[in-house]
C-alpha cells in the first residue's frame, strides 16, 4: 500500500472506527501516533494508539501500542526517576496497560520493559496503590522470563539495592552476586550489585571487604558509582574513629544565614535543607556550601528528606510534603517539634506536649504512638529501620529507638558520653551522631558503642558560639549549625 493510500485508511480508521483493522493500517496508525506524540500532540497520539490496542489487537503493533499508552501515562524509565512524576493521576491507567503487555503479550518485544516499567511504578513514592513487594517480585521475574533482555541484569541489581537499603543483607547478597555472576559485562547493573555487597559488607564490620566492592563499584558511571564513592569514606571514617583525624573542621568554607536554623536536614550527595522560622523558609545549601536557593514557606520550623531526597516541611499546623502529597494537617492534640520521614512515608513527630512520638497515617491520623517516661523530652527525630525511630530524650540524655508500631526496640545511654545533647541524625550505616551544646559531635555505633569525639572550635571568629543542630550526609561530613552566628559549619 503506497504512502496516500495508507494515509487514507488511517483517516478512514480513526473516522470510522472500523472494527477490525488490517495490520498494514494498523502499522500506518502507529506511526501517525508515533508523529502526533513527536509533534507534542499528545491527546490525538493517545487516542491513535488506543485505536490500534482496540481495533488491532493482534497486529505485531498492539503490544507497543500499549507500551506507548503506559508512556503517556506515567513516563519514568529509570529508578532515578522515581518521585519525580508531575502528574499520577493516570498512575492506574499505566498499571493497566503494563499488565495487559506482561499478561496478553508475554512473548513480544515489548513485555521485559513493561515488566520492568510495572515494578518501577509500584515503587513510586507518589503511587496511589504502591506495593514495594510486588514492585520485588516482578522485578525478580524478570531474569527468569528475560535472561537475555537488557533489562534483566537491572533489575537483579535494583533488588540487590533495594534488599540491601531495607536491611534484608542476606537476599541483598545473593542477588548481587547472581548479577555479577551472569552479566559481569552489565556495566550499569554491576555497579548497583557491588554498591549493594559493599553496604552490606560495611553494615557486617568487615571493613576490607566493603572497601575492595565499593571500589569496584566506583570504577564505573552513574549514580552507583558517586554513591559508592560516598560510602567509601563514610566506612573509611567509622573504621578509622578516634584513631586519626577522619573530621576536620573546615573552618574557611563557612555559610552565613539571614536567621538562626531550626532544622536541619542533608540529601546524600551533600546538599542541605535549612529550616529558619524566622525568615519563613527553607534554604537548599549546594555540596559545596558556596550558594544557596530560598523557598519561602510561612512558618517552618522543621525539614525532613524522604528516601529520595525529597523535602518534607513541618509548620505548626501542617506538613508540607511533595507536590503529590500536598499539605497534611496536623492533629489538634499534637504539639509538633520535629519530623522525620522513614521510608515513602513514614512520617514520625515529636510530640513536646504529650511527651511523646506519634506516627500519622497519609491522611493525617494518629497509626502509633510512643510515650517517653520519666518526663522525657522528644527533642529530635532520626529515621531509624523497618519504618521505626531513633529518638533523642534530651532531658534524660538518651536516645530511644521505637518500631514501627510504637514498641520500644531499644535505649542508649548518654549519661557519661554527652552533656547537653540537642540534635541527632544517623548515617547511612546506622551510626548516630550526636550534637552536644558543650562543644563536641559524639559518634556512636549502632549498639552506643564510642566511635570518635570531634571537639567543635569555640575560640576566635570562626567558632561555634551555639551549636543547635546537625545533619549528615552519604560520606559522613557532618554539618553544624551555629545558633548564636547564624551560619553553618562542616566537618569534612
Not at 516482578?138 to 527468569?144: D, G, I, N, S
Not at 563514610?234 to 563557612?254: F, H, M, P, T
Amino acid at each position: 500500500m503506497n504512502r496516500r493510500l495508507a494515509a487514507a485508511a488511517v483517516a478512514w480508521a480513526l473516522a470510522a472506527g472500523a472494527a477490525v483493522l488490517p495490520d498494514d493500517v494498523a502499522e500506518g496508525l502507529f506511526r501517525t501516533a508515533q508523529q502526533l506524540e513527536r509533534g507534542g500532540q499528545t491527546e490525538q497520539a493517545r487516542e491513535a494508539y488506543a485505536r490500534v490496542v482496540e481495533q488491532a489487537p493482534r497486529s505485531e503493533r498492539a503490544d507497543d501500542a500499549l507500551l506507548a499508552l503506559a508512556r503517556l501515562a506515567w513516563p519514568i524509565a529509570e529508578p532515578e526517576q522515581l518521585g519525580t512524576a508531575a502528574d499520577t493521576t493516570r498512575w492506574a491507567e499505566a498499571r493497566g496497560h503494563l499488565a495487559r503487555i506482561v499478561t496478553e503479550y508475554a512473548r513480544a518485544d515489548s513485555a521485559p520493559e513493561a515488566l520492568w516499567r510495572l515494578g518501577l511504578l509500584l515503587l513510586d513514592p507518589d503511587g496511589p496503590e504502591r506495593d514495594p513487594d510486588d514492585a520485588t517480585a516482578r522485578l525478580l521475574a524478570l531474569p527468569e522470563l528475560y535472561p537475555d533482555a537488557p533489562r534483566a541484569p537491572q533489575a537483579l541489581a535494583l533488588v540487590a539495592m533495594i534488599d540491601a537499603g531495607a536491611r534484608r543483607d542476606g537476599r541483598a547478597l545473593e542477588n548481587a552476586f547472581r548479577v555479577l555472576w551472569a552479566w559481569p559485562a552489565a556495566s550499569g547493573a554491576a555497579s548497583q550489585a557491588w554498591l549493594a555487597a559493599g553496604e552490606v559488607s560495611a553494615r557486617g564490620a568487615r571493613t576490607e571487604l566493603a572497601l575492595v566492592c565499593l571500589g569496584r563499584a566506583g570504577t564505573g558511571s552513574g549514580e552507583a558509582a558517586r554513591r559508592a564513592v560516598r560510602l567509601a569514606a563514610l566506612v573509611d571514617r567509622i573504621a578509622s574513629g578516634a584513631g586519626r583525624e577522619a573530621w576536620k573542621i573546615d573552618l574557611d568554607r563557612q555559610l552565613a544565614l539571614p536567621e538562626r536554623v531550626d532544622d536541619l536536614a542533608a540529601a546524600p550527595d551533600g546538599r542541605l535543607f535549612a529550616a529558619m522560622e524566622r525568615e519563613n523558609a527553607v534554604a537548599e545549601i549546594d555540596p559545596s556550601g558556596a550558594r544557596a536557593s530560598r523557598r519561602p514557606m510561612a512558618g517552618v520550623i522543621g525539614v525532613a528528606l524522604d528516601a529520595w531526597s525529597r523535602p518534607w516541611l513541618l509548620t505548626g499546623e501542617a506538613i508540607v510534603g511533595p507536590a503529590a502529597v500536598g499539605r497534611i494537617a496536623l492533629p489538634e492534640d499534637v504539639d509538633a517539634t520535629a519530623l522525620a520521614i522513614v521510608g515513602a512515608r513514614g512520617l514520625w513527630l515529636a510530640d513536646s506536649r504529650g511527651r511523646r512520638v506519634v506516627r500519622l497515617a497519609p491522611g493525617g491520623t494518629i497509626e502509633a504512638a510512643a510515650p517517653l517516661a520519666g518526663r522525657g523530652d522528644p527533642r529530635a527525630l532520626a529515621p531509624g529501620t523497618d519504618g521505626g525511630v531513633v529518638v533523642l530524650d534530651a532531658r534524660n540524655r538518651r536516645i530511644l529507638r521505637f518500631d514501627a508500631r510504637g514498641a520500644p526496640a531499644g535505649r542508649i545511654e548518654l549519661a557519661g558520653t554527652v552533656g547537653r545533647p540537642v540534635d541527632v541524625d544517623v548515617d547511612r550505616l546506622g551510626a548516630l551522631y550526636v550534637l552536644d551544646a558543650d562543644g563536641q559531635v559524639v559518634v556512636l555505633d549502632r549498639k552506643g558503642a564510642l566511635v570518635a569525639r570531634v571537639a567543635l572550635p569555640r575560640d576566635g571568629e570562626r567558632a561555634i558560639a551555639r551549636p543547635e543542630r546537625l545533619a549528615v550526609d552519604e560520606a559522613g561530613r557532618i554539618a553544624v549549625a551555629d545558633g548564636r552566628r547564624r551560619r553553618i559549619t562542616w566537618l569534612r
